[in-house]
């Protein structure tokens, strides 16, 4: 019995020694495995939650843009149907020339002269609004003038100067 009880009280003994370091060695390593994944999801978040921001900021200013020119366009239609060349001239680009003898506007960049009749005067009732399109610093808004015999596009071209919008040309495809 003696040789059986000794065997057996080292081998308990040896049982009970077990190296328990590796296991917290391991633990230790998930922990900051864990740890590290935390603190690259919260960068991550932080950077999400400033590209949310920066594109809430770029679509406050675009709308901001589209208001400001939508109401541009419409006092000008009204200017124009008035023949007020004192206000076409205030909001209009360089690259607009205003001839009141002739009731006409001139738009340099396309070579295109706009005469102010009944013809060319756009009614507000007949214009649906279409589209916008804001590049850089250019919004060209698009109208829908319906007439009986059907419908054509006017487009209205507005730039940017100095944080001031100003009309740069108007055209239509009938």
């Keep these: 019995?003696?040789?059986?009880?000794?065997?057996?009280?080292?081998?308990?003994?040896?049982?009970?020694?077990?190296?328990?370091?590796?296991?917290?060695?391991?633990?230790?390593?998930?922990e900051k495995?864990?740890?590290?994944?935390?603190t690259q999801l919260e960068i991550e978040k932080k950077q999400l939650k400033d590209q949310v921001t920066e594109m809430q900021k770029i679509l406050d200013e675009e709308r901001d843009s589209l208001r400001t020119t939508m109401n541009l366009t419409f006092k000008l239609l009204t200017a124009m149907e008035k023949k007020d060349f004192i206000y076409i001239s205030s909001i209009a680009s360089s690259n607009v020339q205003i001839d009141e003898?002739?009731?006409?506007?001139?738009?340099?960049?396309?070579?295109?002269?706009?005469?102010?009749?009944?013809?060319?005067?756009?009614?507000?009732?007949?214009?649906?609004y279409r589209f916008y399109?804001?590049?850089?610093d250019k919004?060209?808004?698009?109208?829908?003038?319906?007439?009986?015999?059907?419908?054509?596009?006017?487009?209205?071209?507005?730039?940017n100067v100095e944080g001031t919008w100003l009309i740069d040309y108007i055209v239509t495809n009938a």
């Design 1 to 30: 019995m003696n040789k059986l009880v000794i065997p057996l009280l080292f081998l308990l003994l040896l049982s009970g020694c077990k190296d328990d370091s590796t296991k917290v060695n391991e633990v230790n390593g998930i």
């Design 33 to 38: 495995d864990l740890q590290s994944q935390i």
């Design 101 to 128: 003898q002739d009731s006409s506007i001139l738009f340099d960049q396309q070579n295109y002269r706009l005469e102010l009749t009944d013809k060319t005067v756009h009614n507000l009732e007949n214009l649906e």
């Design 133 to 136: 399109d804001l590049e850089d």
């Design 139 to 159: 919004m060209t808004i698009g109208f829908a003038k319906y007439f009986l015999e059907g419908h054509s596009t006017i487009y209205f071209e507005f730039i």
